[in-house]
């Protein structure tokens, strides 16, 4: 697909000035650079709080997390707030815009494995973090990905501003990029998408800049650094796939964000994000065909030039760090109900800490 040139001339000096770094909130909401008749349009509210209910009490007493939230604000129709945050979903070649609302803190959204321009890439520490700004992007690549805050990013994703992005083929939803030949497109019935985190309800007690510079002083300083953040001590207690708390390390989740329901004969596309801090270990009780990684499919060109999709045969387990995404097709051929689960495996020390279960019933 011939995807659109910009001719653009550089950032004027005028310019420059409202898409400074670290400025912590920014001077200016800049107007988005080489703005563009969108395609698709979405609204984001940045940091907003939802309670998320514990299927039961945690030794101190809570039965609630406070998550942050990257919430929906369109002006018509709004979803409610919602953990993890609303789903985009775009076509690839598709003009993107996200206008975005951070409030007075200076949030940013990344969109994370698409490849904007630098004013467009929501890391705050290579762009700028902002009020309001509306960020423009075309994806080139359909895939799965996810967006999330890239401001003081180890706790704010933590918190749960982050949510999943498909770039669907220009075919749209039931198609998704894969070898196949001719066209490269495989046609699946039954769609999930997993997101796997833990939380560490401890820092969900941290203000939301802690051990971040202070707003508006000299990055650079280290006596503007502060000392209030416990980041490098990440000790979850509450394990989630796609909002779905786990009970225990038995009792399936049958929650439909979760569980998977199929017919024999249909084709299932399961989406996969390591949306945490754990080394996340999945394995589904059906034959799998591992079709793409990190939004690039396997064996197909230009990208997949050098790879081949691969069979998972059920129960083979496989493991992803953080922000890697898989893509898997399952072609379910008799009835059952089959196990789909997470260990969870600490960041550091490697010793398993939890585990969430679910299922794949087909009838
Ligand atoms: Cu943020």
Not at 345 to 360: E, H, M, N, P, Y
């Amino acid at each position: 697909m011939a995807l659109q040139t910009i001719q653009r001339d550089l950032v004027t000096p005028e310019e420059e000035v409202k898409f400074q770094k670290f400025i912590s909130p920014p001077k200016d909401n800049p107007d988005t650079p080489d703005r563009l008749k969108p395609d698709i349009e979405f609204y984001r509210k940045l940091m907003v709080g939802v309670d998320l209910n514990l299927p039961s009490r945690l030794p101190d007493g809570t039965d609630k997390v406070k998550m942050m939230v990257i919430a929906d604000d369109a002006p018509k129709n709004r979803l409610p707030e919602q953990f993890p945050s609303p789903l985009i979903r775009v076509r690839q070649g598709q003009i993107v815009h996200v206008h975005a609302d951070g409030g007075q803190d200076g949030h940013t959204i990344h969109f994370h494995g698409i490849e904007p321009t630098p004013m467009n890439d929501g890391v705050g520490k290579d762009s700028f973090e902002i009020g309001s700004y509306t960020y423009q992007w075309q994806p080139k690549h359909s895939g799965t990905y996810f967006y999330h805050c890239h401001k003081n990013t180890t706790l704010h994703v933590e918190l749960g501003m982050y949510g999943p992005l498909i770039v669907d083929p220009p075919e749209g939803p039931g198609y998704v990029t894969g070898y196949n030949l001719p066209g490269h497109l495989i046609r699946y019935d039954v769609e999930a998408f997993w997101a796997a985190d833990e939380i560490d309800t401890r820092w969900h007690d941290l203000q939301h800049n802690a051990f971040l510079t202070h707003s508006g002083h000299d990055p650079n300083d280290p006596s503007t650094f502060t000392s209030d953040g416990i980041l490098n001590d990440f000790r979850p207690n509450v394990f989630v796939i796609s909002g779905a708390v786990r009970a225990n390390d038995t009792t399936p989740i049958t929650d439909s964000r979760v569980a998977v329901k199929a017919k024999v004969g249909q084709t299932i596309l399961m989406r996969v994000v390591n949306a945490g801090y754990t080394i996340q270990q999945f394995s589904f009780g059906l034959d799998a065909d591992v079709i793409a990684m990190d939004g690039r499919p396997l064996g197909v060109p230009p990208t997949g030039k050098y790879s081949a999709p691969f069979r998972l045969s059920a129960g083979t387990p496989f493991r992803l760090t953080s922000a890697q995404r898989w893509e898997l097709i399952m072609r379910p051929t008799r009835t059952g109900t089959f196990p789909a689960s997470v260990d969870y495996f600490d960041w550091v020390t490697g010793k398993k800490l939890a585990t969430a279960r679910s299922q794949i019933t087909v009838a």
